[in-house]
């Protein structure tokens, strides 16, 4: 291998153990939360349908039959397996579940990143050049309202508008894209602007502050000074500095959306991990909990090395970090 690759390849390991060991603490700590709920979790979840022997079939199913060490320890090496139990409200693995919404929290996750980076790249840049001026000014107002608007109540006033009063859009559900791209483009487009929206607000001000830095730098004046047009000082020099920073919060925005939206999957009827994380909740169905906690933690520590990969091949020096 050579010497550029090594430093490289050593740099993703080390990524991929930290992943590895704070991904056990995550199953370690849920494993615990739901030890110490108030009450017998077989019992609330068995409701009206209680009997001696269904309670003592799913108490069985679950492994709350044996002692909590030992269930902490079938239940860590179930996990690496796949097995992430039974869920306590319809009796379907857990790990089934999760993967027939995964599709659903992805599209949507997609196409709201999508919005936002539409969003905060031009709005951000533009602010950062204009500094001071009247379009920065007017860009950071607008940002902070987009910020202090709640995402629920952007959604339920998109769907009063252009799914009650005009008619265009359905006002709730999803299609997947193999029922063909206008259903699910007609499906998408009011929830992934909704929280497009609101996390474009908030890219755009790390948009702008990464292109302020940038262009206050060192070896863009030097660039400027050399003759370059604004174009390519802004392409090559700003935008490929900034570009750092912009990918932090892309992919820790992505990583939060990923993880499920939940009050707006629940007000669009969106059949994806925060809904279901709500429902679990509501119907105290802590296996399907305990696995939606487990998979949105994966998909954290996923991104985030995606994320630490693109740092390494963009700046080179953090290899050596």
């Given at each position: ?6 430093p ?65 320890f ?56 204009r ?37 265009w ?30 996390t ?24 400027r000074s ?60 802590y ?35």
């Amino acid at each position: 291998m050579n010497g550029c690759g090594w430093p490289l390849a050593r740099f993703v390991l080390k990524r991929l153990l930290y992943s590895a060991v704070v991904l056990l603490g995550v199953i370690v700590v849920v494993f615990l939360l739901i030890q110490v709920v108030p009450g017998d979790p077989v019992r609330i979840a068995l409701g009206t349908r209680y009997t001696p022997e269904a309670y003592a079939s799913l108490r069985h199913a679950s492994g709350l039959d044996q002692p909590p060490l030992t269930q902490l320890f079938h239940y860590i090496g179930n996990v690496f397996t796949g097995d992430l139990g039974v869920s306590f409200r319809n009796g379907e693995p857990v790990t089934t579940t999760l993967l027939e919404r995964l599709p659903a929290t992805i599209a949507l996750a997609i196409a709201a990143i999508v919005v936002a980076l539409v969003i905060s790249i031009p709005l951000g840049t533009w602010a950062a050049m204009r500094e001071g001026r009247m379009a920065d000014n007017s860009i950071r107002v607008l940002s902070q309202f987009g910020l202090s608007v709640p995402d629920f109540w952007m959604g339920i006033l998109l769907i009063a508008v252009f799914s009650t009063a005009l008619g265009w859009l359905p006002s709730a559900g999803y299609r997947p894209l193999s029922a063909g791209p206008v259903p699910w483009l007609e499906h998408i487009v009011l929830p992934a602007i909704t929280i497009g929206a609101v996390t474009g607000a908030i890219m755009t001000r790390y948009v702008r502050t990464a292109v302020l830095e940038a262009a206050n730098a060192p070896f863009v004046t030097t660039a400027r000074s050399k003759g370059l047009s604004r174009r390519r000082v802004l392409v090559s020099h700003i935008g490929r500095n900034a570009l750092v920073p912009v990918l932090t919060i892309s992919g820790i925005q992505l990583a939060a959306l990923l993880g499920g939206v939940i009050v707006v999957e629940v007000v669009f009827a969106w059949p994806g991990l925060g809904k279901l994380v709500y429902d679990s909740v509501a119907a105290r169905d802590y296996p399907m909990l305990q696995g939606a906690i487990l998979l949105i933690a994966a998909i954290f520590l996923i991104v985030n090395l995606v994320v630490d990969v693109l740092y390494a091949l963009i700046d080179p020096r953090i290899r050596l970090s």
